[in-house]
């Protein structure tokens, strides 16, 4: 038996921070259903598991509701199969029972019991939906009595947190680790966790195919899953389904030349399919301080989205930064007290940063009168 493993579509997601980006991270997640269906008819694979949040929201707009259905229809090879997760939760009169007084594609079928369905001979899908967001007992639990055909390959579908594996949210939805072994799953298929993840041989995450922030899983994923008979461990291939990637990267600059930092970064690749979230540390020079936030600008033309953090970037005035100003009299005598207090070790920290942070401030002071002043003064 051979299928694909996917979940956490969460079509209709709002991506209202990322300004006129948000309409193409929406659709990018409408193409991901493309991509799975293009993935499966490659593969042979004639089903494609769904482990929970197909959509976002359990009462999504009627175009939000539709738009992934006519995706799955283009695919009339495939059969999918769709589970309710903690956003779109089976709840009386939302979203799958709209779907079902609507009509369905004949290739999609909503998992909406906890009962056995038999996919092929021989091979039975035991599926445990949602009914609300949070559950506090284990729905896969009814698996381990499930009666199915002698000899059948038994797979799991299901939504939530395995316990005790990881801290990554609250354990609602609680998943018993050991369920495919107390249950004589071939495969648990879960969802929930956005990124690709083996919990042991027989249990995955699948992640999700388009990931919706930086710091997890950089590319969206699918899962290929082979499973030869009830007893042998199954084959999964993590698969590359999304469009965009995203990058969560913490550079120390200290030393760095603003133009080998630029190069570093346009060496990414894809940039325009990346979203980079870039946290900068260390200390710089005025004058490279300057010199990188002018190629930082430039770079947001280049990437899908850059997000730039500075704040543990210092600035520190080196002598060449003092001497291009042409500092004189009181300005002069300033600058050396400050110079001279910012790195003074008999004073605490908070007085070394003020000195510091009035340094700076004097020098870009100066350093705009040294523009603004007329052809011929002296700054």
Avoid at 9 to 16: A, P, T, V
Avoid at 240 to 256: F, P, Q, T
Avoid at 324 to 331: N, Q, R
Avoid at 352 to 374: G, V, W
Wanted: glycine letters at 8%.
């Amino acid at each position: 038996m051979r299928f694909i493993h996917t979940a956490d579509w969460q079509i209709g997601k709002s991506f209202r921070r990322y300004g006129v980006r948000e309409d193409e991270l929406k659709r990018a997640r409408l193409h991901a259903i493309g991509a799975i269906g293009a993935l499966a008819m490659r593969e042979n694979a004639p089903f494609v598991l769904v482990a929970g949040d197909v959509y976002d929201h359990f009462a999504p707009s009627q175009i939000t509701a539709n738009e992934p259905l006519e995706r799955m229809r283009a695919y009339p090879g495939v059969t999918w199969l769709l589970l309710p997760g903690n956003h779109d939760p089976h709840r009386p009169d939302a979203i799958w029972d709209r779907l079902m007084r609507g009509g369905l594609p004949g290739n999609v079928r909503p998992m909406l019991t906890d009962e056995m369905v038999e996919l092929a001979p021989g091979v039975c899908l035991l599926p445990a939906p949602l009914l609300r967001n949070s559950e506090t007992a284990d729905l896969t639990a009814w698996m381990d009595g499930a009666t199915t055909p002698p000899g059948a390959v038994r797979i799991g579908l299901a939504h939530g947190s395995i316990t005790g594996f990881s801290d990554e949210q609250a354990q609602s939805n609680p998943i018993d680790p050991a369920r495919a072994k107390s249950a004589g799953l071939a495969y648990l298929a879960l969802g929930d966790w956005h990124r690709t993840m083996k919990i042991n041989e027989r249990t995955w995450y699948s992640g999700t195919p388009e990931p919706d922030r930086a710091g997890g899983q950089k590319i969206g994923q699918a899962l290929l899953v082979d499973v030869a008979s009830p007893d042998a461990t199954p084959n999964v291939t993590p698969m590359d389904v999304g469009k965009y990637r995203w990058e969560s990267r913490e550079m120390d600059l200290r030393g760095a030349d603003p133009a080998d930092f630029e190069t570093s970064l346009r060496a990414l690749p894809d940039l325009h399919h990346t979203l980079l979230r870039l946290t900068c540390t260390g200390v710089l020079p005025l004058a490279a301080r300057a010199d990188l936030e002018r190629r930082l600008m430039a770079l947001q033309a280049a990437f899908f989205h850059l997000e730039t953090d500075l704040d543990s970037l210092a600035a520190q005035p080196s002598d060449e930064d003092l001497e291009t100003l042409d500092f004189d009299g009181v300005l002069r005598k300033s600058a050396d007290l400050l110079r001279a207090q910012a790195s003074d070790v008999n004073l605490d920290a908070a007085g070394r940063r003020i000195a510091n942070d009035a340094l700076i401030e004097l020098f870009l002071i100066s350093q705009n009168m040294r523009k603004t002043a007329p052809a011929g003064e002296a700054s």
